[in-house]
């Protein structure tokens, strides 16, 4: 079988850890060159391995998604050394937790800077790119935005995270219906993991047994699996294969749909 990303161009945002690493993992295993953004340094160790392990499928470049400027960088770049892009993957995130009275309003805009600013100016920049590539490509060229399954349902003192993700299912659908009625061959889809296995999650239920809400990291992970309806949270290579779907031919006839993958978790 061919590889189904085979002379593509991808970028994958805050790509060096959790579900964008395992994005970029499973794009590069099927042909793709990765041009992979985040927030380390160029020297770091983790850059080392990444380029260590992947060579010239991977380029590495520090860029914080929330700076406009730093977007315009990467588009340049882009530009010059490849001339295309097939596929962006809006993954960079984060969290926040607590109940709303608690919630600082510098922090409510750290996660909306991040999670929602960073995926506007991601499309915004790389629009025109995408287009002119996704003339040439079944279906056009696809963004992924990655929500989250806190962007299709609410859930207790995790209200700023909601808005946030739920933000991101709404442009996603709003880029999607833009994009197909002025035929501009690109589509847009949003992905929607559950609880998956990565460093943010782990550092969330560290924030959450130090303010007192829960016992141990342990009965968090438990209560998490015993809600899922496959009982177990995800893995994050889970989570690659259905952005590979969206990012690939296969799903030439998607756009502004919402892929959930949540282990049945929104079926109840
Ligand atoms: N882990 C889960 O359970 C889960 C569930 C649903 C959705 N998500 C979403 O998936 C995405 C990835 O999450 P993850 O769990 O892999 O997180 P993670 O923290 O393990 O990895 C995210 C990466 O993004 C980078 N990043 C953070 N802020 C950035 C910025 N301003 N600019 C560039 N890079 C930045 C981090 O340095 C990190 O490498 C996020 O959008 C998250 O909200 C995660």
Sequence with gaps: MSARLAGNVAIVSGGLRGIGRAITERFVGEGAHVVLTDLDSEDSDVVAELRAAHGDKVTYARADVTSEDDWQTLRDMVAGRHGRLDILVNNAGTDLTGAVETIAMEDWRRIMAINVDGVFLGCKTFTPMLAETGARRKGGASIVNVSS????????????????????????????????????????????????????????????????????????????????????????????????????EDASYMTGAELVIDGGWTAQ
């Design 149 to 248: 399954i806190m962007g299709i349902v609410g859930y207790g003192e995790v209200s700023a995270y909601n808005a946030s993700k739920g933000a991101v299912r709404l442009f996603t659908k709003g880029l999607a219906i833009e994009f197909a009625t002025k035929g501009m061959p690109i589509r847009a889809n949003s992905l929607h993991p559950g609880f998956v296995r990565t460093p943010l999650l782990a550092a969330g239920f560290k924030r959450w047994v130090e303010s007192g809400a829960a016992e141990s990291e342990q009965d968090l992970i438990d209560a998490m699996d015993a809600q899922t309806p496959v009982g177990r949270m995800a893995e994050p290579d889970e989570i690659a294969g259905p952005a590979l779907f969206l990012a690939s």
